[in-house]
């Protein structure tokens, strides 16, 4: 008498184990790559925002006769003289890296991952960009992160983290001196880090050549101090 198919060989507890391991070596193979491929698209959209407050902001010089935004006595902020005119929302000031929770409304409310070179401001006010010499070597915008060992960014409407150089309404970020007091990069171990540069150009870059503010040039400053010209 043929034996009933429905009695076919069970898997024993070895084989079960087996299986087990197996999908869990799978798994350790698979989740750094997930992990990798999600840096990498946040690093995309991060690159992506500075890109759009580049665009903005070239459209800003437009308008103000190659001023940069924002002041520091009176407290003005550049968000501010960005957005809604020249930017369609404030989330656009949200790094994907920076995971603080923000209004929805995408307004002064939303946390702001990113700032402005605080050299800037000359006596208090923003300088124009003719007056940059160096505008491809020179930092611009940059993530304005806090001291420690995770990426922590400083400002939003609401409070700044503490030890934030911030300045105007709500308490908005406005500086960013070498990645502000960031210890290291956003993204690839921390050892990268994207930047907007004076000619309003993005780059990722290492984390070394964005914290270095020496010049091979003897006597000249480095790229987080604008080449003044006359």
Request: proline share 7%.
């Amino acid at each position: 008498m043929a034996k009933n198919s429905h009695f076919a060989h069970a898997f024993t507890l070895i084989e079960l184990i087996v299986v087990l391991a197996i999908i869990a070596i799978l798994m350790s193979m698979v989740y750094p790559m997930f992990t990798s491929m999600s840096e990498r698209a946040k690093a995309t959209k991060d690159l992506s925002n500075l890109r759009q407050i580049g665009i903005a902001t070239q459209t800003y010089l437009n308008d103000s006769d190659a001023v940069l935004p924002g002041s520091i006595i009176p407290a003005v902020t550049w968000m501010s003289q960005l957005t809604p005119k020249y930017l369609s929302s404030w989330k656009i000031f949200q790094s994907p890296f920076d995971q603080r929770a923000s209004s929805q409304a995408g307004d002064g409310s939303t946390a702001n991952s990113y700032g402005i070179n605080s050299n800037v401001y000359v006596n208090n006010v923003a300088i124009s960009v003719t007056k940059i010499t160096n505008p491809s070597g020179f930092i611009l915008f940059a993530p304005a992160q806090a001291f420690g060992p995770t990426v922590t960014f400083l400002g939003s409407a609401i409070s700044p983290a503490p030890g934030g150089t911030v300045v105007g309404i709500g308490g908005n970020t406005v500086t960013s001196t070498p990645g502000g007091n960031v210890t290291n990069g956003t993204h690839n171990s921390r050892q990268r880090i994207n930047a907007l540069f004076g000619d309003l150009h993005c780059e990722t870059m290492s984390w070394d050549a964005f914290a270095n503010t020496t010049s091979s040039t003897p006597g000249a400053p480095g790229q987080w101090i604008p080449y003044l010209a006359p």
